[in-house]
């Protein structure tokens, strides 16, 4: 069974920074995409940014330059550095892992709230 666990949300004021981190168990980790999303109160799920197992990334033009994507194959754990939060980056947090067959696996979510 696969399972993604989220840690390292919170409540932190505009201009600081957070790590989140997303950990997979039951599948390979090395040889799947890693991706974060958000969701904002009212609106639908968006991509943060993701990351191929080659580690290649790619991000949402709202956090270029401020978000950076990673992952640890030894520790099946993907991250999420945030830096100079904006009150607008306020939502759940979710992780998802892509195999490259068969269906995508989500964590249960994280949340960041982030005060003007």
């Keep these: 069974q696969v399972q993604l666990v989220e840690s390292g949300g919170g409540l932190v004021q505009a201009g600081e920074s957070l790590r989140l981190s997303c950990t997979t168990s039951g599948n390979i980790f090395s040889i799947n995409a890693m991706g974060w999303y958000r969701q904002a109160p009212g609106k639908q799920r968006e991509l943060v940014a993701n990351i191929t197992s080659g580690g290649s990334t790619n991000y949402a033009d709202a956090v270029k330059g401020r978000f950076t994507i990673s992952r640890d194959n030894a520790k099946n754990t993907a991250y999420l550095q945030m830096n100079s ?32």
Aim: one cysteine or more; glycine letters at 12%.
């Design 85 to 116: 939060l904006k009150p607008e980056d306020t939502g759940v947090y979710y992780c998802k892992n892509s195999p490259r067959f068969g269906r995508d696996y989500w964590g249960e979510g994280t949340l960041v709230t982030v005060s003007a």
